[in-house]
C-alpha cells in the first residue's frame, strides 16, 4: 500500500459522536485524498491536501472536516457521525511522476459504521 | 455533467480465459484515464495511465486500450488467473481548469472460477 497507513483500519461509532480517522505516509508526497467508497457509486473525494495546511473541499464535504498540520499526517474529522457516512474510507497520496502524471496510492481503507 | 460508465457491472470467467472490460466517458476536457485492481477490503491499486496520445498500454497480463475520439477505454485480461479476482475501477482524470480531477466509475466486479 505504497507506504499508507490509516487508523482506526474498523470503527463502530454512535450517531452524534465525534470521529477522526487517521492517514499517515512515509512517502513524502505533496497531495493527501480522502475519499469514500459506498455501493452504487464511484469513489468520492471528500477533501483533499496540497500542502501543510492547505486543504480544500471536494463533492461530498458536508459534514467532514480536515486538517494538516505536518506533511505525513491528514486528519479526516466527522464533527457528529450520522448514519449516512456508514461507507469505507481511503486516504490517497501522490506526487508529479517522471511524465508530469500525478498517479495516486490508495491505503488500505477504514470501514466505519454509525449506528 | 462528467460520468465514467463501466460494463459489464459483473462478470464470470474460468481460470485461463480472457476477457474486457468497457469504459465509456463523459469528461472533458481529458488529461488521462486510469486503470485500477481493487481486491476485496484492500485499496485500489494502480494497473495503467494513458494520456490522450496513447492507446494502448500493457501491464503483464492486463492491456488497456484508449480512444480518445469515442471516449471509450478497454482493459482486456489474457489467461485470466484466480488472484485477478477484483473489481476494476476505471478513472478519467479532467484537464484544463480540472486538472487532476477525478472521476470514478462504479467498477466491474471480475469473478474468476476454477
Known amino acids: 500500500d505504497a507506504g499508507i497507513t490509516q487508523s482506526p483500519r474498523h470503527k463502530v461509532t454512535e450517531t452524534g459522536t465525534p470521529v477522526t480517522l487517521r492517514c499517515h505516509q512515509t512517502e513524502n508526497h505533496r497531495y493527501m485524498y480522502w475519499y469514500r467508497q459506498d455501493p452504487g457509486h464511484g469513489l468520492r473525494l471528500i477533501h483533499y491536501?496540497?500542502?501543510?495546511?492547505?486543504?480544500d473541499k471536494g463533492e461530498v464535504s458536508d459534514g467532514y472536516s480536515v486538517s494538516r498540520s505536518k506533511t505525513e499526517d491528514f486528519l479526516l474529522t466527522l464533527e457528529s457521525a450520522t448514519s449516512s457516512q456508514t461507507s469505507v474510507y481511503f486516504c490517497a497520496i501522490s506526487e508529479s511522476n517522471s511524465g508530469g502524471l500525478y498517479e495516486q496510492y490508495f491505503g488500505p481503507g477504514t470501514r466505519l459504521t454509525v449506528t | 455533467k462528467n460520468q465514467v460508465e463501466q460494463s459489464p457491472q459483473s462478470l464470470i470467467i474460468l481460470e485461463g480465459k480472457n476477457c474486457t472490460l468497457q469504459?465509456?466517458?463523459?469528461?472533458?476536457?481529458?488529461?488521462?484515464l486510469r486503470w485500477y485492481k481493487q481486491d476485496t477490503g484492500r485499496g485500489p491499486v494502480s494497473l495503467t495511465i494513458m494520456t490522450f496520445s496513447e492507446n494502448t498500454k500493457s501491464n503483464g497480463r492486463y492491456t488497456a486500450t484508449l480512444d480518445a475520439d469515442t471516449k471509450q477505454s478497454s482493459l482486456h485480461i489474457t489467461a485470466s488467473q484466480l488472484s485477478d479476482s477484483a473489481s476494476y475501477i476505471c478513472?478519467?482524470?479532467?484537464?484544463?481548469?480540472?486538472?487532476?480531477?477525478?472521476?470514478f466509475g462504479q467498477g466491474t466486479i471480475l469473478t474468476v472460477h476454477p
Open positions: 491536501s496540497y500542502g501543510v495546511k492547505d486543504t
Open positions: 469504459c465509456n466517458y463523459t469528461v472533458s476536457p481529458f488529461s488521462n
Open positions: 478513472v478519467v482524470s479532467g484537464g484544463g481548469t480540472s486538472y487532476g480531477k477525478l472521476t
